[in-house]
C-alpha cells in the first residue's frame, strides 16, 4: 500500500492499528468521564442540597418545638431555666430560616410555601409565645388562663405543623425524583459503555483484519511456495506477484530470488546428469571428448566449442585439440598449444577459468547455411583432476554466457576430469594388457631354461643349508657364552653395591656405637673424679646421688655390650632355647606393671586388649618371649609423643600365616603405636644388622639399633615370624606370631647372658633422672660458688648444649662449683632459639650428637647466621674418627675436647677462653 509516495510498510500498519485502538480508547475514555462527572455532581447535589434543607426544615422544625416547650414549662413551674430552650429557638429559627430561604433559590414555590410559615412563627412568638412569658411573669395568672382558654397558641402551632409538614413532603418529593432521575442517569451511563465497548471492539477488529490480511496475504503465498518446494512439486519458473510496498513485498522479493537460484541449480544438477549419463560405457578418450563438447555447447548456448587434451611425450607437456563442436575452418582452430601459450596453454597454466566478452568480428567466423557472424563472448576453462590440468576446453557464443552457465562448467570440471582419468586408464590396461600377453609367451619359453637351473641350485642350498645350521649352533653357543658372562657381570656390581651399602652401614654403626660406649663412659669417669677430688666438701645426699648416676651409667654401659654380645651369639649360633610353659594370662599384668609409668610419664593411653579364646598355656621359651615384646613395648613407647600404644594379643590362622609350619594354634602380640613410623622403603632394613632407619649420628631417637635385630633372631629361633606395617606419620604396628607348641628342630644353644632391654628404657630412666639431678644441682649451687676460688670462672655464664641427661648432670655440677651459671639446651635448634633470645653467654659447650639439630650445623647457623664469631665455643663429641677435630673446627668451633672428659683439661680450656674472651672484651 502507497499512500501519496508514503511505502507504507508493515511496522507503519501496526502503528496505525495500535493508534487507530488508542484514540477509540481515549474518546470513549473521555465520553465515560464526562458522563460520571455529571453524575457525581447529581449525587454530590443531593447528598448536599436536598440533605441539607431537609436538615434546616427540622432544624427550624425543633426550634418552634424548643420555644412552645421552653414557654409552656416557665408558665407551668415558673422556673426561669425552663426558659433557656425557649431563648435559644427565638435566636435560632430565624438563621436556620433565612439559610434554607437562600438555598431554596432555585425553587420559588417551595421559597413562597416557606415564606407563608414565617409570618405564622413570628404571630406565635409574639402573641403567644411573649405574651405568656410576659403575662408570668407579671403573675397574671388570669391572662393565662384565658389565653388557654381561647386556644390561641394551639391553633397557630397546629397551622406551622402542617405547613412544615406539607413543606417536607414536598422536599422529599423532589429529592425521590432526583434519584429517580439520578437511576436513570446511572442507567443511560452503562448503556453509553456498552456501546462505546462494542464499537472499539468492532473498531480494533476490523483494523485486525485489514492489518493482517495485508500481511498474511503475501506470506501464504510464500508459505505455499516453500511447501511446494519441500514437496518437489513447484515449477521454478514460477513467481509471488505482490502489490503491496511492504517487508511483504521484500519477502516475496528473496521468495523470488530463491526461486530464481532453485531454477539455476536444478537446471546445472540437470545438465550434469544429462553428461554424465553420455560418459558412461565409453572406452575411447577421443570419442569420449567428442560426446562432452556436443552435448555441453547447446547447454551453454554456445555458436562453436573445442576440446584439448593433455600429452606428454619426452617430458614435453602440451595439449592436443581432439574434438570440436561446429568448426567450418580446421585450419583456422590451433591444433596444439604448449603451457603458457595463448589463452588455452596460460589457462591451464594458471588452472583457472577466461570468460572473455566484446571480442573483435575478425577473431573467428561461425558458418550456417544463411551466412557467417562473428561470436563476441569467449570462455575458456581447464578440466582438473587431483591438481593436475587434464585438458581444457573453449566455447565462443553470439551473447553473453550466464552464472548458471560458468556454475556447470566449474562443477564439471572435477568430473569430466575423472572421466578423462578413468578412460585414460582403461586404455593404460588393454595396452599394458596386450603387452602382458606378449610377455607371457617369452617368460614361458624363459621358465623352461630356469626349471633346469633350478635343479641345480637346489643342490648348492642344501649344501648351504649344512653350512648355515653348523653355524648357527656357533651362534646360540657365543650367544649363551655372552648371556653368562654378562650375569656374572651384574652379580659381581649387585654384591660390589651390597659390600658398599655394607660398609657404610657398618661405619654408621661403629660411630653410633662409639658415641653410645663414651656417653655413659664420660659421666662415670667426671662424678668419680669429682668424688675423689671434693670427697670432704660434699655431704652424704650428694655423694650417693653421685653413686646412683656412676650406678646407673655402668649399668646401661654392660647393657649396651650384652647387647652386642648377645647378638653376635645368635649368628655364631651359640644361643640355646629352653622350653617350658608359660601362662600367658599373666603377660597382660606384666606388661602393666612394667611400661604403665613409662606411659603416664609421657601423657599416652596404654590399652590391652586380650582374645578370649587364648589358650591359659603356651609352649615356648618365656624368657626370650618376655624379651621380645618388652623391646617392642619400648620402641612403641620412645617413638610415640602423643596418641596411644595398643596391644593385642589373640589367636592367628597358622595357614595364613607366612613362614610358621607348625600344625598347632598361633599366637598372635601385636603392638600398634601412634608415633612416627618408618617409611616403606626401610620397614625390612630395621630387622638388618648394622642397619637403622636413622643410621646418623644427630638423629632424634637414641639406640644402637640392635634392638629389632635380636628380636627377630629369637622370633626366628622360636619357630616364630615378626611383621611390621607402618605409616609415615601415623603409626606402626609390629605383630609377632609364636607357635603354641615349639618344635624341636628350633632349639640351640644358651648361655648364661640375658638379652638387655631396649635401648629406649634405658633413655625413659635417663629423663626421669634428669629433673632430680637439675633439682640437686640448683640446692648446691649458691654454697659451690662460696667454696671455689678460682675468680675467673665465678659468674660467668655458660652454655651448655647437650642431649644425655647423665653429661648434664656431672657438667653443671662441675661448672657450678666453680661459680659459672650454666644454662642447658637439650639440642642445636634449642641453642639457636636461646641465643636469639639472649646472646650474652661467655662461652658454648657443644655436644656433637644430637637430636633434632647436630652440633656441626648448630655451630655454623652462630657462625654465619647469627654473627656470634667472637664467641668461644668447645666441641665435646664421643667419636673417635680420624679427622674429626679438623672438622669441627671448620664448622665453627674454637677448640675440641674428646670424651670421656677429663675435668681438669675441660677447666685448662675454659680458663685459657675465658681469658682470650676478657681481652677481646677490654
Same mark, same amino acid.
Given at each position: 500500500?502507497?499512500?501519496?509516495?508514503?511505502?507504507y510498510?508493515?511496522?507503519?500498519?501496526?502503528?496505525?492499528?495500535?493508534l487507530?485502538?488508542l484514540?477509540?480508547?481515549?474518546?470513549?475514555?473521555?465520553?465515560?468521564?464526562?458522563?460520571?462527572?455529571?453524575?457525581?455532581?447529581?449525587?454530590?447535589?443531593?447528598?448536599?442540597?436536598?440533605?441539607?434543607?431537609?436538615?434546616?426544615?427540622?432544624?427550624?422544625?425543633?426550634n418552634?418545638?424548643d420555644?412552645?416547650?421552653?414557654?409552656?414549662?416557665?408558665?407551668?413551674?415558673?422556673?426561669?431555666?425552663?426558659?433557656e430552650?425557649?431563648?435559644?429557638?427565638?435566636?435560632?429559627?430565624?438563621?436556620?430560616?433565612?439559610?434554607?430561604?437562600?438555598?431554596?433559590?432555585?425553587?420559588?414555590?417551595?421559597?413562597?410555601?416557606?415564606?407563608?410559615?414565617?409570618?405564622?412563627?413570628m404571630?406565635?412568638?409574639?402573641n403567644?409565645?411573649?405574651?405568656?412569658?410576659?403575662?408570668?411573669?407579671?403573675n397574671?395568672?388570669?391572662?393565662?388562663?384565658?389565653?388557654?382558654e381561647?386556644?390561641?397558641?394551639?391553633?397557630?402551632?397546629?397551622?406551622?405543623?402542617?405547613?412544615?409538614?406539607?413543606?417536607?413532603?414536598?422536599?422529599?418529593?423532589l429529592?425521590?425524583?432526583?434519584?429517580?432521575?439520578?437511576?436513570?442517569?446511572?442507567?443511560?451511563?452503562?448503556?453509553?459503555?456498552?456501546?462505546?465497548?462494542?464499537?472499539?471492539?468492532?473498531?480494533?477488529?476490523?483494523?485486525?483484519?485489514?492489518?493482517?490480511n495485508?500481511?498474511?496475504?503475501?506470506?501464504?503465498?510464500?508459505?505455499k511456495?516453500?511447501?511446494?518446494?519441500?514437496?518437489?512439486?513447484?515449477?521454478?519458473?514460477?513467481?509471488?506477484?505482490?502489490?503491496?510496498?511492504?517487508?511483504?513485498? @521484500?519477502?516475496?522479493?528473496?521468495?523470488?530470488?530463491?526461486?530464481?537460484?532453485?531454477?539455476?541449480?536444478?537446471?546445472?544438477?540437470?545438465?550434469?546428469?544429462?553428461?554424465?549419463?553420455?560418459?558412461?560405457?565409453?572406452?575411447?578418450?577421443?570419442?569420449?571428448?567428442?560426446?562432452?563438447?556436443? $552435448?555441453?555447447?547447446?547447454?551453454?548456448?554456445?555458436?562453436?566449442?573445442?576440446?584439448y587434451?593433455?600429452?606428454?611425450?619426452?617430458?614435453?607437456?602440451?595439449?592436443?585439440?581432439?574434438?570440436?563442436?561446429?568448426?567450418?575452418?580446421?585450419?583456422?582452430?590451433?591444433?596444439?598449444?604448449?603451457?603458457?601459450?595463448g589463452l588455452?596453454?596460460q589457462?591451464?597454466?594458471?588452472?583457472?577459468?577466461?570468460?572473455?566478452?566484446?571480442?573483435?568480428?575478425?577473431?573467428?567466423?561461425?558458418?550456417?547455411?544463411?551466412?557467417?557472424s562473428?561470436?563476441?563472448?569467449l570462455?575458456?576453462?581447464?578440466?582438473?583432476f587431483?591438481?593436475?590440468?587434464?585438458?581444457?576446453?573453449?566455447?565462443?557464443?553470439?551473447?553473453p554466457?550466464?552464472?548458471?552457465?560458468?556454475?556447470?562448467? /566449474?562443477?564439471?570440471?572435477?568430473?569430466?576430469?575423472?572421466?578423462?582419468?578413468?578412460?585414460?586408464?582403461?586404455?593404460?590396461?588393454?595396452?599394458?594388457?596386450?603387452?602382458?600377453?606378449?610377455?607371457?609367451?617369452?617368460?614361458?619359453?624363459?621358465?623352461?631354461?630356469?626349471?633346469?637351473?633350478?635343479?641345480?641350485?637346489?643342490?648348492?642350498?642344501?649344501?648351504?643349508?649344512?653350512?648355515?645350521?653348523?653355524?648357527?649352533?656357533?651362534?646360540?653357543?657365543?650367544?649363551?657364552?655372552?648371556?653368562?658372562? $654378562?650375569?656374572?657381570? /651384574?652379580?659381581?656390581?649387585?654384591?660390589?653395591?651390597?659390600?658398599?651399602?655394607?660398609?657404610?652401614? $657398618?661405619?654408621?654403626?661403629?660411630?653410633?656405637?662409639?658415641?653410645?660406649?663414651r656417653?655413659?663412659?664420660?659421666?662415670i669417669?667426671?662424678?668419680?673424679?669429682?668424688?675423689?677430688e671434693?670427697?670432704?666438701?660434699?655431704?652424704?645426699? @650428694?655423694?650417693?646421688?653421685?653413686?646412683?648416676?656412676i650406678?646407673?651409667?655402668?649399668?646401661?654401659?654392660?647393657?649396651?655390650?650384652? /647387647?652386642?654380645?648377645?647378638?653376635?651369639?645368635?649368628?655364631a649360633?651359640?644361643?640355646?632355647?629352653?622350653?617350658?610353659?608359660?601362662?600367658?594370662?599373666?603377660?597382660?599384668?606384666?606388661?602393666?606393671?612394667?611400661?604403665?609409668?613409662?606411659?603416664?610419664?609421657?601423657?599416652?593411653?596404654?590399652?590391652?586388649?586380650?582374645?578370649?579364646?587364648?589358650?591359659?598355656?603356651?609352649?615356648?621359651?618365656?624368657?626370650?618371649?618376655?624379651?621380645?615384646?618388652?623391646?617392642?613395648?619400648?620402641?612403641?613407647?620412645?617413638?610415640?609423643?602423643?596418641?596411644s600404644?595398643?596391644?593385642?594379643?589373640?589367636?592367628?590362622?597358622?595357614?595364613?600365616?607366612?613362614?610358621?609350619?607348625?600344625?598347632?594354634?598361633?599366637?598372635?602380640?601385636?603392638?600398634?603405636?601412634?608415633?612416627?613410623?618408618?617409611?616403606?622403603?626401610?620397614?625390612?632394613?630395621?630387622?638388618?644388622?648394622?642397619?637403622?632407619?636413622?643410621?646418623t649420628t644427630?638423629?632424634?631417637?637414641g639406640?644402637?639399633g640392635?634392638?629389632?635385630?635380636?628380636?627377630?633372631?629369637?622370633?626366628?629361633?622360636?619357630g616364630?615370624t615378626?611383621e611390621?606395617?607402618?605409616?609415615?606419620?601415623?603409626?606402626?604396628?609390629?605383630?609377632?606370631y609364636?607357635?603354641?607348641?615349639l618344635?624341636?628342630?628350633?632349639?640351640g644353644?644358651?648361655?648364661?647372658?640375658?638379652?638387655a632391654?631396649?635401648?629406649?628404657?634405658?633413655?625413659?630412666?635417663?629423663?626421669?633422672?634428669?629433673w632430680?639431678?637439675?633439682?640437686?644441682?640448683?640446692?648446691?649451687?649458691?654454697?659451690?660458688?662460696e667454696?671455689?676460688g678460682?675468680?675467673?670462672f665465678?659468674r660467668?655464664?655458660?652454655?651448655?648444649? @647437650?642431649?644425655?641427661?647423665?653429661?648434664?648432670?656431672?657438667?653443671?655440677?662441675?661448672?657450678?662449683?666453680?661459680g659459672?651459671?650454666?644454662?642447658?639446651?637439650?639440642?642445636?635448634?634449642?641453642?639457636?632459639?636461646?641465643?636469639?633470645?639472649?646472646?650474652?653467654?661467655?662461652?658454648?659447650?657443644?655436644?656433637?650428637?644430637?637430636?633434632?639439630?647436630?652440633?656441626?650445623?648448630?655451630?655454623?647457623?652462630?657462625?654465619?647466621?647469627?654473627?656470634?664469631?667472637?664467641?668461644?665455643?668447645?666441641?665435646?663429641?664421643?667419636?673417635?674418627?680420624?679427622?674429626?677435630?679438623d672438622?669441627c673446627?671448620?664448622?665453627?668451633?674454637?677448640?675440641?675436647?674428646?670424651?670421656?672428659?677429663?675435668?681438669?683439661?675441660?677447666?685448662?680450656?675454659?680458663?685459657?677462653?675465658?681469658?682470650?674472651?676478657?681481652?677481646?672484651?677490654?
Amino acid at each position: 500500500m502507497t499512500i501519496k509516495g508514503w511505502n507504507y510498510n508493515i511496522h507503519a500498519k501496526i502503528i496505525t492499528g495500535y493508534l487507530t485502538i488508542l484514540v477509540c480508547l481515549v474518546l470513549s475514555l473521555l465520553i465515560v468521564i464526562n458522563r460520571m462527572t455529571a453524575l457525581q455532581n447529581e449525587v454530590d447535589f443531593i447528598s448536599k442540597h436536598d440533605i441539607e434543607v431537609h436538615d434546616l426544615a427540622n432544624q427550624i422544625q425543633k426550634n418552634i418545638l424548643d420555644m412552645e416547650t421552653g414557654m409552656r414549662g416557665y408558665v407551668i413551674t415558673g422556673n426561669v431555666e425552663y426558659l433557656e430552650p425557649y431563648n435559644l429557638g427565638s435566636r435560632s429559627w430565624l438563621d436556620n430560616y433565612n439559610k434554607l430561604h437562600s438555598m431554596l433559590s432555585d425553587n420559588s414555590r417551595q421559597q413562597r410555601n416557606l415564606e407563608e410559615i414565617k409570618p405564622l412563627i413570628m404571630n406565635w412568638q409574639t402573641n403567644s409565645g411573649e405574651y405568656m412569658i410576659n403575662s408570668k411573669k407579671a403573675n397574671n395568672e388570669t391572662a393565662i388562663n384565658q389565653h388557654f382558654e381561647k386556644n390561641t397558641g394551639k391553633k397557630v402551632t397546629d397551622q406551622l405543623r402542617t405547613q412544615l409538614d406539607s413543606f417536607l413532603a414536598n422536599e422529599k418529593k423532589l429529592t425521590a425524583e432526583r434519584i429517580v432521575q439520578l437511576s436513570q442517569n446511572n442507567t443511560n451511563l452503562k448503556i453509553t459503555l456498552y456501546a462505546i465497548i462494542v464499537l472499539v471492539s468492532v473498531i480494533t477488529i476490523a483494523t485486525a483484519i485489514f492489518l493482517s490480511n495485508s500481511i498474511v496475504k503475501t506470506i501464504k503465498q510464500v508459505i505455499k511456495t516453500i511447501k511446494s518446494i519441500t514437496d518437489s512439486e513447484v515449477d521454478l519458473t514460477t513467481r509471488i506477484n505482490v502489490n503491496t510496498h511492504d517487508e511483504t513485498r @521484500e519477502l516475496a522479493e528473496v521468495m523470488n530470488n530463491l526461486l530464481s537460484s532453485l531454477e539455476k541449480q536444478s537446471w546445472v544438477q540437470k545438465s550434469m546428469t544429462d553428461i554424465s549419463m553420455i560418459n558412461q560405457g565409453v572406452t575411447d578418450i577421443t570419442e569420449l571428448a567428442q560426446s562432452f563438447v556436443t $552435448k555441453l555447447a547447446p547447454l551453454l548456448d554456445a555458436a562453436y566449442g573445442v576440446v584439448y587434451l593433455r600429452r606428454n611425450q619426452g617430458g614435453v607437456v602440451d595439449y592436443v585439440k581432439v574434438a570440436g563442436y561446429a568448426i567450418a575452418d580446421e585450419e583456422r582452430a590451433a591444433s596444439s598449444f604448449c603451457l603458457g601459450e595463448g589463452l588455452i596453454g596460460q589457462a591451464a597454466l594458471d588452472q583457472r577459468i577466461f570468460l572473455i566478452d566484446h571480442l573483435p568480428e575478425e577473431h573467428f567466423k561461425v558458418t550456417s547455411g544463411l551466412g557467417t557472424s562473428s561470436p563476441t563472448n569467449l570462455l575458456i576453462a581447464p578440466i582438473l583432476f587431483e591438481g593436475r590440468v587434464e585438458a581444457v576446453v573453449e566455447f565462443a557464443a553470439l551473447q553473453p554466457f550466464l552464472s548458471q552457465h560458468l556454475t556447470l562448467l /566449474d562443477q564439471l570440471q572435477d568430473k569430466f576430469g575423472s572421466a578423462i582419468s578413468s578412460v585414460n586408464g582403461r586404455m593404460e590396461v588393454e595396452r599394458l594388457l596386450g603387452e602382458s600377453q606378449i610377455l607371457t609367451e617369452e617368460l614361458q619359453a624363459q621358465s623352461e631354461e630356469l626349471q633346469a637351473q633350478s635343479e641345480e641350485l637346489q643342490m648348492q642350498q642344501e649344501q648351504l643349508r649344512i653350512s648355515n645350521d653348523f653355524l648357527e649352533e656357533q651362534k646360540q653357543f657365543a650367544e649363551q657364552r655372552a648371556f653368562d658372562l $654378562k650375569k656374572a657381570k /651384574d652379580e659381581l656390581e649387585n654384591y660390589s653395591l651390597k659390600l658398599k651399602a655394607s660398609s657404610q652401614y $657398618k661405619t654408621d654403626f661403629l660411630a653410633n656405637m662409639s658415641h653410645e660406649l663414651r656417653t655413659p663412659l664420660n659421666s662415670i669417669l667426671i662424678l668419680s673424679q669429682m668424688m675423689m677430688e671434693n670427697n670432704a666438701e660434699m655431704d652424704m645426699a @650428694e655423694i650417693g646421688e653421685y653413686a646412683r648416676v656412676i650406678n646407673t651409667s655402668g649399668g646401661d654401659l654392660l647393657r649396651l655390650i650384652d /647387647d652386642i654380645l648377645d647378638l653376635s651369639k645368635i649368628e655364631a649360633g651359640k644361643i640355646e632355647i629352653l622350653t617350658d610353659e608359660v601362662n600367658v594370662t599373666e603377660i597382660p599384668q606384666m606388661m602393666r606393671n612394667m611400661f604403665n609409668p613409662v606411659a603416664a610419664k609421657k601423657n599416652l593411653t596404654f590399652d590391652i586388649f586380650i582374645d578370649p579364646g587364648l589358650p591359659a598355656v603356651i609352649a615356648t621359651d618365656g624368657q626370650r618371649l618376655q624379651q621380645i615384646w618388652k623391646n617392642l613395648l619400648s620402641n612403641a613407647f620412645k617413638f610415640t609423643e602423643k596418641g596411644s600404644v595398643t596391644v593385642r594379643i589373640e589367636m592367628a590362622d597358622p595357614e595364613k600365616v607366612p613362614g610358621i609350619s607348625a600344625e598347632g594354634a598361633v599366637l598372635a602380640i601385636s603392638v600398634t603405636d601412634t608415633g612416627i613410623g618408618i617409611p616403606r622403603d626401610k620397614q625390612q632394613i630395621i630387622f638388618e644388622a648394622f642397619q637403622q632407619v636413622d643410621g646418623t649420628t644427630n638423629r632424634q631417637y637414641g639406640g644402637t639399633g640392635l634392638g629389632l635385630s635380636i628380636c627377630r633372631e629369637f622370633t626366628r629361633l622360636l619357630g616364630g615370624t615378626l611383621e611390621v606395617e607402618s605409616e609415615v606419620d601415623k603409626g606402626s604396628t609390629f605383630t609377632l606370631y609364636i607357635p603354641s607348641q615349639l618344635e624341636f628342630e628350633h632349639y640351640g644353644r644358651v648361655d648364661d647372658h640375658e638379652l638387655a632391654l631396649a635401648e629406649v628404657a634405658v633413655s625413659v630412666i635417663t629423663v626421669e633422672d634428669e629433673w632430680m639431678n637439675e633439682e640437686a644441682a640448683e640446692s648446691l649451687a649458691v654454697e659451690l660458688v662460696e667454696s671455689s676460688g678460682d675468680q675467673l670462672f665465678y659468674r660467668k655464664k655458660v652454655l651448655l648444649v @647437650e642431649d644425655d641427661g647423665r653429661n648434664v648432670f656431672a657438667l653443671v655440677t662441675a661448672l657450678e662449683r666453680k661459680g659459672v651459671a650454666v644454662e642447658v639446651a637439650e639440642n642445636g635448634k634449642r641453642a639457636i632459639e636461646m641465643l636469639q633470645e639472649q646472646a650474652d653467654f661467655d662461652l658454648i659447650f657443644m655436644d656433637i650428637m644430637m637430636p633434632v639439630m647436630g652440633g656441626y650445623e648448630a655451630m655454623e647457623t652462630i657462625r654465619h647466621d647469627l654473627k656470634l664469631e667472637n664467641l668461644p665455643i668447645i666441641a665435646l663429641t664421643a667419636k673417635a674418627m680420624k679427622g674429626e677435630r679438623d672438622k669441627c673446627m671448620e664448622a665453627g668451633a674454637s677448640d675440641y675436647i674428646m670424651k670421656p672428659l677429663n675435668i681438669d683439661q675441660l677447666f685448662s680450656l675454659m680458663r685459657v677462653w675465658l681469658t682470650e674472651q676478657v681481652e677481646h672484651s677490654e
